[in-house]
Nanobody, 116 residues
Framework: QVQLVESGGGLVQAGGSLRLSCAAS????????MAWYRQAPGKQRELVAT???????NYANSVKGRFTISRDNFKNTVYLQMNSLKPEDTAVYYC??????????WGQGTQVTVSS
């Protein structure tokens, strides 16, 4: 059974930081590309950051220079370090995994709220 379990969300003031974690089980983590998406109320889900199995990263323009995605293949965990948070970063953040022949999976989401 595949599980992606996010944690680390919460309420933070603008300018603050949070680190999200996503612990994976039931997949061969090291071969999966991992990603973070977010969905704000009334908006479509959007891609925030991706990291390939080889460690290459990519970011949405809106978070470049503020967010950092990383992975620990020994802990089967992907992280999203979020600095200089803005109210517009408020959303539910979702973890995603994908690999050829492995399928695509989603976590249940974790709420991030940034107050002004």
């Amino acid at each position: 059974q595949v599980q992606l379990v996010e944690s680390g969300g919460g309420l933070v003031q603008a300018g603050g930081s949070l680190r999200l974690s996503c612990a994976a089980s039931g997949i061969i983590f090291r071969i999966n590309a991992m990603a973070w998406y977010r969905q704000a109320p009334g908006k479509q889900r959007e891609l925030v950051a991706t990291i390939t199995s080889g460690g290459s990263t990519n970011y949405a323009n809106s978070v470049k220079g503020r967010f950092t995605i990383s992975r620990d293949n020994f802990k089967n965990t992907v992280y999203l370090q979020m600095n200089s948070l803005k109210p517009e970063d408020t959303a539910v953040y979702y973890c995603n995994s994908a690999a050829p022949g492995q399928g695509v999976y989603w976590g249940q989401g974790t709420q991030v709220t940034v107050s002004s």
